[in-house]
């Protein structure tokens, strides 16, 4: 890995692969699925891992491996792997350490493709788990089992947007010899680096705010260097790898992340705030308003409150959905991290499986709206909001 020189939006924008001899400035896009060796003996060589170098894409190609160290760079970590989707990442990340009899302990918010690895894939291979809650720490020890191997969370929490305490979890996971695994996808790298914390593998879906335009799905996983060496081994032999494409194109959006994120939290603040002073909304969590019970931590460790905003309208589930049904402009998709604002409403979509018990462990309230706040002008986004509250009061 290339090492740190210079500060954030330096690294993002300057570090790129080497310039072939047409020197090219932007980096060009290497869409070929081998590459030639010179010799017999280079082949071998590459193959015993003796030298590095590129042999088919499955395992490493110019652009995947320019994204990687991007990553690393900005994450803070030594070594990662890219892959097809963030579901691709949280899978390997996982499966490349787990076995039958092993254990998980993982936050109970966690994304719902996520759970269902935890909850119906990985008890088929005898792997099992057990959830605590954010806002719960007192509970984590006493859930560690002697065949726990991993500690999964996210942090800022999906909707609720809860925290936990990385640095408090770096030293629990290191206390019992845990690899602690954070999916770190709401607040991209440029908000918060698990790893400083201790984080041994920070995970990433880089189709939101990474991509940050709605365009192309893609997964990393990023940490030691030992354990990353697990990681590629278990991809380059299950498959799961990102195409030199989409690559490409999420080096070029790195190139632009801390800007779009200074916007995306500054509206989001704004957003947070207006909404707190408005009758017709019970509350509004956003990890950087001075009300949010973990705001303290959220300063520490967070450089900023992220693009989402949750807040709880009044009325119930029927004016939750009359809101999104009054949105003008602010679309409803179950997409986040866009420059377009985006407004969902969990209780009846992406968690309306879920009974209202279990809704309410996570933080679900009926009501409850997350808004991931785009690059629109700010008065535009609120005023779609405004009038979206009061056509959805009738
Ligand atoms: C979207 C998301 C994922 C899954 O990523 P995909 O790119 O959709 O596969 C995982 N974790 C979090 C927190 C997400 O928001």
């Known amino acids: 890995m290339p090492s740190k020189k210079t500060n954030f939006e330096t690294d993002a924008i300057r570090h790129q692969s080497e310039r ?3 020197r090219e400035h932007s980096v060009p896009l290497y869409l070929t699925s081998s590459f030639v060796f010179n010799d017999a003996e280079q082949a071998r060589a590459l ?88 806002n719960d720490t007192e509970s984590w020890e006493s859930k560690i089992q002697p065949n726990t191997k991993m500690i999964f969370v996210e942090t800022p929490s999906n909707p609720a947007l809860d925290l936990i305490d990385l640095e408090w979890l770096g030293k629990l996971a290191d206390k019992h010899r845990l690899i602690l695994n954070v999916d770190n996808c709401f607040a991209t790298p440029y908000l918060q680096n698990p790893a400083k914390w201790g984080a041994h593998l920070v995970t990433h879906s880089a189709t939101k705010f990474i991509d940050g ?7 990393a996983v990023l940490g030691k260097k030992e354990l990353i060496k697990e990681v590629r081994f278990f991809a380059r032999h299950s498959g799961p790898s990102m195409s ?31 909404l707190e002073k408005n009758n017709e909304v019970e509350y509004v969590k956003y990890p950087f308003l001075e009300s949010h019970p973990k705001f303290q931590l959220a ?3 967070m450089r900023l409150g992220g693009g989402m905003v949750t807040f709880e309208i009044k009325g119930g589930v029927d004016r939750g959905r009359k809101f999104l049904n009054a949105l003008k402009m602010i679309s409803h998709s179950a997409n986040l991290g866009d420059t377009r604002s985006i407004a969902t409403h969990p209780a009846s979509t992406t968690h309306s499986k879920l009974t209202d018990a279990e809704r309410a462990a996570v933080g679900i309230t009926p009501g409850l709206i997350r808004v991931s706040v785009g690059l629109e002008n700010i008065e535009d986004i609120l005023n779609d909001i405004q009038q979206a509250i009061i056509s959805s009061k009738n």
């Open 47 to 134: 193959f015993a891992d003796e030298i590095p170098g590129n042999i088919y894409t499955r395992f490493s190609n110019p652009n995947t491996t320019e994204l990687i160290e991007k990553l690393c760079l900005l994450e803070g970590t030594e070594d990662g792997f890219v892959t097809a989707s963030g579901m691709s990442a949280m899978f390997i990340s996982m499966a490349s350490f787990l076995k039958s009899g092993d254990h998980v302990l993982a936050s109970r918010s966690i994304f719902g493709s996520t759970h269902q690895i935890l909850n119906t894939i990985f008890p088929r291979w005898g792997i099992t788990h057990t959830y605590a809650d954010l």
């Open 20 to 22: 072939s001899d047409f």
């Open 213 to 219: 335009q709605g365009r192309v799905m893609g997964g």
């Open 244 to 274: 030199p494409f989409n690559a490409w194109i999420l080096s070029k959006s790195l190139e632009t992340l801390a800007v779009r994120m200074e916007q995306h939290c500054a509206s989001a603040l704004k957003i947070a705030q207006w």
């Open 299 to 301: 300063k520490k460790q």
